[in-house]
């Protein structure tokens, strides 16, 4: 069993897989000045909950967008699972070519993402991911070219409401009809 974490801006996500198969997933919300200690706690109570022994975990990674939380991260895994964590860049994405002047500039995430549409035998696409930003990645005969990052939906509400006098933040649902009739439906 493998134990993946992505550390996004706005969330956390874990998994465990086994056999590459998702069997259990956590989401929580990202906190920039955690610090091993408590990711150590939360890895009790999120393994505890499954009745796992934290040995049954043969290998860990993590793909983050967050270099505050990074050496927090490896440390917690390697402390409580006794194991070293992969950590994903640009540099160790086995067979993915990178088509991109600046390599190390490329987010784990986006990464992440092309690879996991290659592994679901995608050789060419776009990615879109619906995150803090709205990411778009390009993949082309087993490469990757590059992307567009734009703001997220809730960034861009939350920006909206801030930069405007007579607009309120509200929340994302589908609205009762497309053409909204009043300012928050629109």
Not at 45 to 74: H, K, M, Y
Not at 83 to 94: E, I, R
């Amino acid at each position: 069993m493998h134990l993946l974490v992505d550390i996004g801006n706005s969330h956390t996500v874990a998994g465990l897989i086994d056999e590459m198969q998702i069997t259990r997933r956590w989401r929580f919300n990202t906190r920039k000045d955690e610090t091993s200690d408590e990711i150590v706690l939360r890895l009790q109570g999120l393994l505890n909950v499954e009745a796992l022994d934290p040995g049954v975990i043969q290998a860990t990674a993590i793909a983050s967008v967050v270099p505050a939380l990074d050496e927090a991260w490896r440390s917690a895994l390697a402390f409580f699972l006794k194991l070293k964590p992969q950590v994903l860049d640009y540099s160790n994405c086995g067979e993915l070519g990178i088509e991109y002047p600046y390599p190390q500039q490329i987010g784990a995430d986006r990464l992440a993402n092309v690879l996991g549409a290659a592994s679901l035998g995608f050789h060419n696409g776009i990615v879109v991911d619906f995150g803090t930003a709205t990411t778009y990645d390009v993949f082309r005969e087993g490469a990757y070219c590059g992307g567009v990052i734009c703001p997220g939906l809730m960034t861009s509400i939350k920006s909206l409401a801030a930069s405007t006098s007579k607009l309120s933040e509200v929340s994302l649902q589908w609205p009762p009809t497309v053409l909204g009739k009043s300012t928050d439906d629109a």
